[in-house]
Structure formats: C-alpha cells, structure tokens
C-alpha cells in the first residue's frame, strides 16, 4: 500500500519535478475520513427548567474543571419606594455572613476554600446577584451554600453594625476619590427618573443609615427573596446536576423570615422626567500629589432611551459604540475606539476636554444615553455646547461599520469569560424568560443600517435632557438653555451677552 502511495511523489522526493497527485483530490488507497461535527447549536444552548415552586434553573455547559454557580433576584435600589432607601446596600455587605448552617463568614470562605471557590455579591438598581466560582465536584456543597446565604442569614446585630460602618466609608470614599464617575452617575439617574424606580438612591443616603435593621431587613426580604422572582444560574455544569441540586437545597425550603404570600411588592413603571441635579463642590484638592490632576468641572447629559426588551435596545448599543469616547489619556491602539466620534470630533479637536465619554444604561422599562464630559471650570460652558452639538449630529453615520464589529468583538470576548457569561445567562433568563445566544446577538448587530440610527437618534430628541453638574459651576448654563440647544438644528446653546465678566 505505501509503495502505491508514495509512488508519485518518489520524482519530487528525489529533487526531479512536482508530485502528480493534486492536493486538493483524496490521496488514493486512504480511507475517506470522518470529521467530528456538532449538531447545530444543541451543544451550546441555555438549558431552563423551572421547579415547582417558581424558581426557575438556567445552566451552560463549559468546558472546564471550574464551574460559576449563583442565585439572581429581582430585587434592587428600585424596589424601595416604600422602605428607606439603602436597604439593597445593606444587604449587599452583609451577604455571606453567617447563617442558619454557617457560624461565621471565615467559616463559609473555609468551606470554599477546599473546593478552590471564592463568594461575591453585587446589587445593581433592579437585580442583586450571589455568586461563587469552585471546583465542578464541589456543586453539591456550593448549591448548599448559597441556599443558606439567600435565606437562612442570621443578620447578627454586630454583623449590621460591621455592615454599616462599611457602608458609611464605602459613601465618604464615594465623595473623595479622584474618579467621580459613579457619583454622576447617580446623580444623573436622580435627574431623569427623579424620585421612582430607577432614579432612587443606589448607595443608601446617610440620613438612613441608622434606620436600617433586622426587622427591616427581613419585612423587605418576605416581599423580594422568593423563588418566583429568582433565577439558580450556573456555567460549567452538566443541567440535571443542576436541578437535582436545586430541587435538594432551593425546594420547600422555609425563609428565616418566614413563608408566606409577597406583600407590598412594587410594580412601579420607571417614569422619565428629565432634570437637573447640581453639587456645588471644590474639586481643587481631589487628587494631591507629586502629579495632582487639575481641577476640573464634570457634566453629564442624558436622553430617553428605550427598555433592554425592545427592539431599539441593538441600534441604540451600536449608537454608544459609535460615541465611544474616553479619557484624554488613552493609550490608543487597535480596538480602543480611537476612531468613536468623541475622539474624532471633540477630543482630537479640543485639547482642553479631559474627557468625553459615551454611557447606555437600559432597564426592563427603559434607558438613558449620556455623554459624561470634564474640562476647565471657566470652559464649562463651551464644553456644554460641544456635548450638545453632539448629540444632534449622532444621526450622521459615519464609522458605522466599524462600530457593529467593535460591538461584536467585544461581546465574543467578554463572553470567554466564565463569569461573565454566569451573568449574562442569569440577567437575560430573570428578564425575559430565555436566554439569546451570541451569534444571535451577532446577527442583530448585523443587521442594523444607518435607518435605524437615525431612527432612534430621533426617538432620543425627543425627550427632554436630564443634566448632572459636579464642581465649580459659576460658567454652566441654565437647564433652559441646554434643552434649547438640544431642540435646535446644530445643538448651539442661545448666545448671551454680558456688559462686565
């Protein structure tokens, strides 16, 4: 057999000519091979299963020793219309403390420990996420584990003293650190949706510090923490282990508040309102040092825009990826957006903009796009124009292309990441039910044309700003004005005319 096959290629071997086998035809007297295929998309679908008692159980399968496993409720800053705010808060730092099963909070990183597992808890405005990374065989033990922390936790009064005290440094850090980002971002929500859902206070506010305890806490859980509105979610699991894990430890457990019928849940639709929040502030000694950062005055403009379940929910993530924008410091290369027109068109342009940066947030009933911008305290005023301007010409196309494959590269890479596609599964199973696959997130990117963003820039228009101002702000326009520039045809704010500066 191999003299048959070698037969052709002995001239070549040899040093005399090419061999007379094509490359591309099947070598001959070889077996025709047979290439392992998935069928489809089967491998790689979410699974769902929803128990009997309403808790519904997402899984991925994941190559790995490591599994992601954690429990997503539908509970956040949002839902505290009718209790003090910062009760989301509260719960975030004391999760993971001891419970029915567990004496301490040592002793639950112990547990872990032995499996190479590691606990984390993060409450954003409308979901609050318990999470642990750990060895596959330790799924029976970190099922248990999470079970206890959700609804056995024991909210000691020295564990909501510790709590507090964490909480009180996490609000003076907020107010001094160099980065003043998530404080405009709470005051910007504050702005648009002022005083329901989405625009209560995220951190809890020191006037309710001292207002937060254990009756509290537990009459809010009896309302939020039931199965119906959580999500197990898991990454890196076979789903039956999964299920038959939640089924042990999630199924006719009784809460340490006690069962019964939610009471006072709030179903409040986000309602938009637009506004104005302004702090006053000194930022000249923010950032001292051998390099101290200037002081600088920060603004954020917002608009309306849409929900995560619609259909603009795509061109309006394409329309913030081709903002883009960032800090003046960027050390550029490929696929930094050098090219998102907040680079382009104002930082390239105005060496005097510290930053320009584009920021989507969506909820389960609406959004907000904003373009977060520092300068100069006496260049606020130009610097509001050009932010303004901005906003009007987002309706050019231009780089269009380029935006959907940076959105589509970064989704591919974010979604390597175990954790990260933990989260994704458990955010999209708790708001819709199902989960929507990368390549069919891909195909939607795809397929959004230059209508739909001026479609949706239009929408956005429509709606009237909400601003947020930190610093010193004697050169900031009035509301008035930056809604007149934002109406108008180039997003130029009414000249005004003074006898003395």
Known sequence: IFNRILAPYRQYSCGGGYPSVS??????????????????????????????????????NKFGQF????VLINSGSRHEAKYPSGIAHFLEKLAFSSTAQYGSKDEILLTLEKHGGICDCQTSRDTTMYAVSAEVKGLDTVVSLLSDAVLQPRLLDEEIEMARMAVRFELEDLNMRPDPEPLLTEMIHAAAFRGNTVGLPRFCPPQNLEKVDRTLLHTYLRSYYCPERMVLAGVGIEHEQLVACARKYLLGVTPVWGAGTPANVDKSVAQ??????????????????????????????????CSFLEDDFIPFAVLNMMMGGGGSFSAGGPGKGMFTRLYLNVLNRHHWMYNATSYHHSYEDSGLLCIHASADPRQVREMVEIITREFIQMSSVMELERAKTQLKSMLMMNLESRPVIFEDVGRQVLATGRRKLPHELCQLISSVTASDIRRVTTRMLRSKPAVAALGDLTELPSYDDIQAALSSKDGRLPRTYRLFR
């Open 23 to 60: 490359l591309s035809t099947p070598l001959p007297g070889i077996p025709k091979p047979v290439f392992a295929s998935v069928n489809g998309q089967e491998k790689y679908e979410t699974k769902i299963t929803t128990l009997e008692n309403g808790l519904t159980v997402a899984s991925q």
């Open 67 to 70: 599994c992601t496993v954690g």
């Open 272 to 305: 938009y309102t637009g506004g104005i929040i302004k702090v006053e502030k000194d930022m000249s000694d923010v950032s001292l040092g051998p390099t101290p950062i200037p002081e600088l005055t920060h603004i954020m403009i917002g608009l309306e825009s």
